[in-house]
């Protein structure tokens, strides 16, 4: 189990800061976040997961996740920037009451999507098709925490 640090850390720190919030700049990550689901789904349905296009769902399961959770993080007030940025917005998992194991896999999922991005690494259609349930079953709570 990899879990990055608790969130205060990243605060202390100075790769969270605290800011006003964003509504603005949240509902526009929102609503890309839901295009980009509706999108995902609709190509999975259209072609199925197989090997090459197992890298492009995996990013794409990340980056949805990730703009969910970057929405949350301005609606209450908070940005982030800089090294270790996208561990410290996982981390904020853990804050809107997600279980270690979820943290975990989405840790792991940041460093494999950066595994594809920057060093030419190759996942396989398990591993994308583990992404997409997470995906299906993450996306409507981090939803339905958004829109409270």
Known sequence: MNLPRPFPEYLRDGIIRKTSPDNSRSSFLREESQNSYNGLIERIDKMGINDKNSNSIIKDGYDIIMEMIRAKLYKDGYSSSGSYSHE?????????NFNDSDVSFLNDLRYFRNSITYYGKKLDEEYARLVVSFTKRIFPILRNILDK
Not at 88 to 96: G, M, N, Q, R
């Open 88 to 96: 410290a917005e996982v981390s904020y998992l853990k804050v809107l």
